[in-house]
């Protein structure tokens, strides 16, 4: 509160006079030009032609040297809101790899067990072979030769029946 400000005579002076030639710079003359290329510049658009950009590009400048910009990874705001958003998203993300890992294993796991299942449920039976039958096919052979005299194939068919007497034995020795 005891602060004061001392002003001096001499700035009084000078701010209501308005010397300002402290602060005044001096002009920069402007380079002569010849009348002639003053109306040329005129006359040239100012829209620079396609060639100055290159020439521009190709000669390089006085300072230092161009060089691609550098972009710096942006900080992390301490913004908790944002980071708890982050946290929720890296979880999430977490228990959506652990999800999809664990459908891939259901999907191998139920595709095995539906072969299985097919192969159990669906697969035809095993065709028992026919017992005798090349005898049988000698009989009936017999009887489409010899239709009005059947007791001709007698013996065919007796070796027909044998053969299938012999198989009922069989059948019943191993079962």
């Known amino acids: 509160m005891g602060d004061s400000i001392t002003v001096s005579h001499n700035l009084i002076l000078q701010l209501v006079d308005g010397d300002d030639k402290s602060k005044k ?13 003053q109306q040329s510049q005129k006359k040239v658009p100012q829209k620079q032609l396609p060639d100055e ?15 691609p910009p550098f972009f710096l990874p942006v900080p992390p705001s301490p913004n908790p809101e944002l980071e708890a958003v982050r946290s929720v998203l890296k979880e999430s993300e977490a228990v959506l790899e652990k999800m999809q890992k664990h459908e891939e294993n259901m999907l191998k796991e139920v595709t095995q067990r539906s072969k299985e299942l097919h ?6 039976p095993q065709q028992k072979s026919i017992v005798c039958q090349s005898e049988r096919d000698a009989c009936t052979a017999c009887y489409k030769e010899h239709t009005a005299e059947s007791l001709k194939c007698a013996s065919v068919v007796q070796r027909y029946q044998d053969c299938v007497r012999r198989a009922k034995n069989l059948g019943k020795l191993l079962g």
């Open 119 to 124: 192969e159990k449920e669906f697969k035809l």
């Open 53 to 67: 950009p290159k020439a521009q590009k190709d000669t390089p400048s006085a300072g230092w040297p161009l060089q």
């Open 25 to 37: 710079k001096p002009k920069k003359s402007k380079p002569k030009v010849p009348r002639e290329s």
